[in-house]
């Protein structure tokens, strides 16, 4: 998640130098939207989103926002897949067509969708040291280039475009929606929502120093000109003679993690349309939705101009903190009114 | 005409049948049918017959006592028991001396009299069934047969030939005991109660194998194994139904989790320590009779890459080695991939100077970098199995051929370029460090999936076989534990003992990512401090 985050932290552009005060609002926006989304989880433990939607909003509207849950999964899923995908065939592999790369981590992600969610999460408990350690170290080699003198001077423009700045990170955490099919893996949904809010401020803390390294390195006027402001750090840096021209290193250990997150989308999309249609064994889902997969990655974003236009406040936030959130907040209203309406199953045990 | 074609069937039926001679399995099924009956004689003939006048069986029939006398028989097979000891201890007390006591063998019947007063033996069973009679035969007991008893008297006079307790052949080190188990399955079990001395250390027997009658036994400790892995394995090896087992691989190959899996789910090893130690802490190990290789379950991928000797050092001097042991597992797996990977398709990782040189070297080399190393690891893979298969009279003139041949002159006929002999060399150094064989397997199969997948993608294509190659491991168990714990899921306590070794006093309790059912292994003021 944090490496989709770190490529548009500094892309709006009126904010320049201030894009650090956006990361802190993000840091703060991030976790909120994980722990309200979280929220709407407790509230049914056990159960996902698909089970517990035509109880909640009728037989008729909550399969419909049921599917619309879905086609949002697919289309994070998926521009996220085009987004990696971009990104190795713009830095590594510039004579390598996208769609080799489409397929490729489709089909170890759809993999990694058949092995099961635990396998998924295992997966993440041995990347992320790797991540955090490769990470720890292009920023600190980052150091001797900074200029501190870059962030000045502070709010020069006013709040707003610090503000409307924090709008697309903040909207990226929208994406957390998948949680809503993945909270009743976890026994204790309470505690689970402590640890994703704690995750998301972690990962917006990550943020903040990427965007503070990538601002003090590149100046307000490089930066946000950059589509991977984080690999270009990563490219630049280097640690005496120990460590040069070894960025892609980074990219190798942040395409790890990337390929944990799209798993884990990929998982809650298999799971959540397995329940919706009724499907016993999701697993088997796992192949075709890959391949359904990437052709809408291929049609979601052209290039690497159009992502910019898209990752732009005014279309990204619109679409995600202005359409997806708000249905969302209706959701979580209306559970909160209705306080729950309990598993019919349950209830009958209960009566006896 | 259905009625002629019925008819015809049950003509052909009918024929068949007398003129098919009985199956194996007929046979057994028979003979565990058939029992002793109270007449000498018969039941001779009855074992004559089982054995079918094989050439080892020794029928020696004389008489026990005086007046009453009873005509005896004592059943051996040669070569299986220990000839001098039943002649002199065996054979001579039952013709000499209950020809001397004749009084006290009256009052009883004569088997219960033998059995207390005059057999010399430390085991012996009453066995009336002939197929079991029949197996107990051929592990070297001997049979002592009385007229008017339907029961005989198996005496263990167990004496065969065996290989004698060697140092082990395949896990070699330079601070660890000598002796390495042996063929004998009561010798191993000997090995292992000679280092964990409580009774509560418990051997259970089976047979395995419906031909060869394989004694196999499991092992542990109770009061610290998990119940419930006992359970399981007793259960996973009462399924198993085959004809012959001759070494633990059988069993391996039958009772892992995963049987497709090219990672090793169960440990096998010929150290008795390494069996020893793997019972303190809770496992279950099986000894098979007819190998030395012991298996030992569950195992998880760190604990692979662990040596014995790491424990038997200085905690340092262990963690130490221990790092270039992952280090050289990843570099064997992955080292000619990545070689291949940067000299086609990442030369800006390589040093300036280096790539030069790499350059030149390539210079009059016919093949791209991908097809130069999968010739020179085939090279290296014929070559190391041709170093195993060999006899070991050829062994000097194969490493002329193999080191001075094939590493120098294919440098030399252009065929491969120095660095990459480097590279495949260093790769084959770094595979021998692994101390457990069939992981190292596993290392060899992946390197040439390593390989091709990085002559497509370079690191990228690595990196996708990485990750499914992740996929598979994180979705192992082995009997319920998780192939990569302590690390996925992770559990900080257990890294003491992978990601680095814990000096002994602070590795307070057993693996804690195993079910067992006492934790602590030690009091926690062991560590040595001034009074």
Same mark, same amino acid.
């Given at each position: !998640?944090?490496?989709?985050?770190?490529?548009?932290?500094?892309?709006?552009?009126?904010?320049?130098?201030?894009?650090w005060?956006?990361?802190?609002?993000?840091?703060?926006?991030?976790?909120?939207?994980?722990?309200?989304i !979280?929220?709407?989880?407790?509230?049914?433990?056990?159960?996902?989103?698909?089970?517990?939607?035509?109880?909640?909003?009728?037989?008729?509207?909550?399969?419909?926002v049921?599917?619309?849950?879905?086609?949002?999964?697919?289309?994070?899923?998926?521009?996220?897949?085009?987004?990696?995908?971009? !990104?190795?065939?713009?830095?590594? &592999?510039?004579?390598?067509?996208?769609?080799?790369?489409?397929?490729l981590?489709?089909?170890?992600?759809?993999?990694?969708?058949?092995?099961?969610?635990?396998?998924?999460?295992?997966?993440?408990?041995?990347?992320?040291p790797?991540?955090?350690v490769?990470?720890?170290?292009v920023?600190?080699?980052?150091?001797?280039?900074?200029?501190t003198?870059?962030?000045?001077?502070?709010m020069a423009?006013?709040?707003?475009?610090?503000?409307?700045?924090?709008?697309?990170?903040?909207?990226?955490?929208v994406?957390?929606?998948?949680?809503?099919?993945?909270?009743?893996?976890?026994?204790?949904?309470?505690?689970?929502?402590?640890?994703?809010?704690?995750?998301?401020?972690?990962?917006?803390?990550?943020?903040?120093?990427?965007?503070?390294?990538?601002l003090?390195?590149?100046?307000?006027?490089?930066?946000?000109?950059?589509?991977?402001?984080?690999? &270009?750090?990563?490219?630049?840096?280097?640690?005496?003679?120990?460590?040069?021209?070894?960025?892609?290193?980074?990219?190798?250990?942040?395409?790890?993690?990337?390929?944990v997150?799209?798993?884990?989308?990929? &998982?809650?999309?298999?799971?959540?349309?397995?329940?919706?249609?009724?499907?016993?064994d999701?697993?088997?889902?796992?192949?075709?939705?890959a391949?359904i997969?990437?052709?809408?990655?291929?049609m979601?974003?052209?290039d690497?101009?159009q992502?910019?236009?898209f990752?732009?406040?005014?279309?990204?936030?619109v679409?995600?903190?202005?359409?997806?959130?708000?249905?969302?907040?209706?959701?979580?209203?209306?559970?909160?009114?209705r306080?729950?309406?309990?598993?019919?199953?349950?209830?009958?045990?209960?009566?006896? | 005409?259905?009625?002629?074609?019925?008819?015809f069937?049950?003509?052909?039926?009918?024929?068949?049948?007398?003129q098919?001679?009985?199956?194996?399995? +007929?046979?057994?099924?028979?003979?565990?049918?058939?029992?002793?009956?109270?007449n000498?004689?018969?039941?001779?003939?009855?074992i004559?017959?089982l054995?079918?006048?094989?050439?080892?069986?020794i029928?020696?029939?004389f008489?026990?006592?005086?007046?009453?006398?009873?005509?005896?028989?004592?059943?051996?097979i040669?070569?299986m028991?220990?000839? *001098?000891f039943?002649?002199?201890?065996?054979?001579?007390?039952?013709m000499?001396?209950t020809?001397?006591?004749?009084?006290?063998?009256?009052?009883?019947?004569?088997?219960?009299?033998?059995?207390?007063?005059?057999?010399?033996?430390?085991?012996?069973?009453?066995e009336?069934?002939?197929?079991?009679?029949?197996v107990?035969?051929?592990?070297?007991?001997?049979?002592?047969l009385?007229?008017?008893?339907?029961?005989?008297?198996?005496?263990s006079t167990?004496?065969? *030939?065996h290989?004698?307790? %060697?140092?082990?052949q395949?896990?070699s080190?330079?601070?660890?005991?000598?002796?390495?188990?042996?063929e004998?399955?009561?010798?191993?079990?000997?090995?292992? #109660?000679?280092?964990? #001395?409580?009774?509560r250390?418990?051997?259970? *027997?089976?047979?395995?194998?419906?031909?060869t009658?394989t004694?196999? +036994?499991?092992?542990?400790?109770?009061?610290i194994?998990?119940?419930?892995?006992?359970?399981?394995?007793?259960?996973r090896?009462? *399924?198993?139904?085959?004809?012959?087992?001759?070494?633990?691989?059988?069993? %391996?190959?039958?009772?892992?989790?995963?049987?497709?899996?090219?990672?090793?789910?169960?440990?096998?090893? %010929?150290?008795?320590?390494?069996?020893?130690a793997?019972?303190?802490e809770?496992r279950?190990?099986?000894l @098979?009779?007819?190998?030395?290789?012991?298996l030992?379950?569950?195992?998880?991928?760190?604990?692979?890459?662990?040596?014995?000797?790491?424990?038997?050092? /200085?905690?340092?001097?262990? @963690?130490?080695?221990?790092?270039?042991?992952?280090?050289?597992?990843?570099?064997?797996?992955?080292?000619p991939?990545?070689?291949?990977?940067?000299?086609t398709?990442?030369?800006?990782?390589?040093? @300036? @100077?280096?790539? /030069?040189?790499?350059?030149?070297?390539?210079?009059?080399?016919?093949?791209t970098?991908?097809i130069?190393?999968?010739?020179?690891?085939?090279?290296? +893979?014929?070559?190391r199995e041709?170093?195993?298969?060999l006899?070991?009279?050829?062994?000097s003139?194969?490493?002329?051929?193999?080191?001075?041949?094939?590493?120098?002159?294919?440098?030399?006929?252009?065929?491969?370029?120095?660095?990459?002999?480097?590279?495949?060399?260093?790769?084959?150094?770094?595979?021998f460090?692994?101390?457990t064989?069939?992981?190292?397997?596993?290392?060899r199969?992946?390197?040439?999936?390593?390989?091709?997948?990085?002559?497509?993608?370079?690191?990228?294509?690595?990196?996708?076989?990485?990750?499914?190659?992740?996929?598979?491991?994180?979705s192992?168990?082995?009997?319920?534990?998780?192939?990569?714990?302590?690390?996925a899921?992770?559990?900080?306590?257990?890294?003491?003992?992978?990601?680095?070794?814990?000096?002994?006093?602070?590795?307070?309790? #057993?693996?804690?990512?195993?079910?067992?059912?006492?934790?602590?292994?030690?009091?926690?003021?062991?560590?040595? #401090?001034?009074?």
């Amino acid at each position: !998640m944090v490496i989709s985050v770190l490529l548009v932290i500094t892309a709006y552009d009126p904010v320049r130098q201030d894009a650090w005060i956006s990361a802190l609002i993000t840091a703060v926006g991030g976790p909120l939207i994980t722990w309200l989304i !979280m929220t709407l989880a407790v509230q049914f433990p056990g159960e996902t989103f698909m089970e517990y939607a035509p109880r909640l909003l009728g037989k008729v509207l909550g399969p419909i926002v049921s599917v619309l849950l879905l086609l949002f999964l697919m289309e994070r899923g998926t521009f996220l897949l085009r987004t990696f995908a971009g !990104m190795l065939t713009l830095s590594v &592999y510039t004579q390598t067509p996208i769609i080799v790369f489409m397929v490729l981590t489709s089909l170890v992600v759809a993999v990694g969708v058949r092995h099961g969610i635990e396998v998924v999460g295992r997966l993440g408990d041995i990347f992320t040291p790797i991540y955090l350690v490769v990470t720890a170290v292009v920023l600190a080699a980052s150091v001797p280039l900074w200029d501190t003198q870059w962030v000045r001077p502070i709010m020069a423009r006013g709040v707003l475009p610090v503000i409307i700045g924090a709008v697309t990170p903040t909207a990226y955490f929208v994406e957390k929606l998948y949680l809503l099919i993945l909270a009743p893996v976890v026994p204790d949904v309470k505690r689970a929502r402590t640890v994703a809010t704690w995750a998301a401020f972690a990962a917006s803390v990550i943020m903040l120093l990427f965007a503070i390294c990538v601002l003090f390195t590149f100046g307000p006027f490089e930066a946000p000109r950059f589509s991977l402001p984080g690999y &270009y750090l990563a490219r630049i840096a280097s640690l005496g003679d120990l460590y040069e021209r070894l960025d892609i290193i980074p990219l190798l250990a942040w395409s790890l993690t990337m390929v944990v997150h799209l798993s884990v989308i990929a &998982y809650a999309l298999t799971k959540g349309t397995g329940q919706l249609l009724g499907i016993r064994d999701h697993r088997s889902l796992a192949f075709p939705l890959a391949s359904i997969g990437i052709p809408v990655a291929i049609m979601s974003v052209a290039d690497f101009a159009q992502f910019r236009e898209f990752v732009h406040p005014s279309i990204m936030g619109v679409y995600m903190l202005g359409l997806v959130f708000p249905v969302f907040l209706i959701i979580l209203v209306v559970a909160l009114i209705r306080k729950a309406p309990a598993r019919p199953s349950a209830r009958a045990k209960g009566g006896k | 005409m259905v009625h002629v074609l019925r008819m015809f069937r049950r003509f052909r039926r009918d024929r068949a049948k007398p003129q098919r001679p009985p199956t194996i399995a +007929e046979l057994q099924a028979e003979s565990e049918a058939e029992f002793l009956t109270s007449n000498l004689k018969r039941n001779i003939a009855k074992i004559r017959t089982l054995f079918g006048e094989s050439s080892d069986l020794i029928v020696r029939e004389f008489t026990i006592g005086d007046s009453p006398s009873f005509p005896a028989a004592m059943i051996q097979i040669d070569g299986m028991v220990d000839a *001098k000891f039943s002649a002199s201890e065996l054979l001579s007390t039952l013709m000499v001396e209950t020809r001397l006591a004749r009084s006290s063998l009256l009052p009883r019947t004569i088997l219960d009299a033998l059995h207390s007063q005059a057999l010399a033996v430390t085991q012996v069973k009453k066995e009336q069934q002939l197929s079991r009679i029949g197996v107990a035969l051929s592990g070297g007991d001997s049979l002592l047969l009385v007229d008017g008893e339907k029961t005989g008297l198996l005496c263990s006079t167990q004496g065969f *030939k065996h290989r004698s307790v %060697e140092e082990p052949q395949s896990e070699s080190g330079v601070r660890v005991p000598r002796e390495g188990f042996t063929e004998v399955l009561s010798i191993n079990r000997s090995l292992i #109660r000679r280092r964990v #001395r409580d009774p509560r250390l418990r051997f259970e *027997k089976m047979q395995i194998g419906s031909v060869t009658q394989t004694p196999v +036994e499991i092992a542990y400790v109770h009061g610290i194994v998990d119940q419930a892995l006992v359970e399981e394995v007793r259960k996973r090896l009462k *399924k198993i139904d085959i004809d012959g087992v001759f070494e633990s691989g059988y069993l %391996e190959a039958m009772i892992s989790d995963n049987p497709n899996s090219i990672f090793p789910l169960v440990r096998r090893t %010929e150290r008795p320590d390494t069996v020893a130690a793997a019972l303190t802490e809770g496992r279950v190990a099986i000894l @098979t009779d007819g190998t030395p290789f012991t298996l030992t379950v569950p195992v998880t991928l760190p604990e692979m890459l662990h040596a014995s000797e790491d424990y038997y050092t /200085h905690w340092v001097v262990a @963690t130490f080695v221990r790092t270039f042991r992952y280090i050289s597992y990843a570099f064997a797996m992955l080292g000619p991939a990545v070689y291949v990977a940067l000299v086609t398709f990442h030369q800006e990782m390589i040093p @300036t @100077t280096l790539t /030069h040189g790499v350059a030149a070297a390539r210079e009059g080399v016919p093949f791209t970098a991908a097809i130069e190393a999968f010739f020179m690891l085939s090279v290296f +893979e014929v070559l190391r199995e041709a170093g195993i298969r060999l006899p070991r009279i050829v062994g000097s003139s194969m490493t002329i051929v193999g080191a001075l041949v094939l590493g120098q002159q294919t440098v030399n006929a252009g065929l491969a370029s120095p660095s990459m002999v480097v590279v495949v060399a260093g790769t084959a150094i770094a595979s021998f460090t692994n101390p457990t064989y069939a992981l190292d397997a596993s290392s060899r199969i992946l390197r040439f999936a390593y390989l091709i997948a990085g002559a497509l993608l370079g690191l990228f294509g690595i990196f996708f076989v990485v990750c499914l190659v992740g996929m598979h491991l994180c979705s192992l168990r082995s009997f319920g534990v998780p192939y990569l714990s302590p690390f996925a899921p992770l559990n900080v306590s257990g890294l003491r003992d992978t990601a680095y070794r814990a000096p002994w006093w602070v590795l307070i309790m #057993r693996p804690p990512y195993l079910t067992i059912r006492d934790e602590k292994r030690q009091d926690v003021s062991n560590r040595p #401090r001034p009074e």
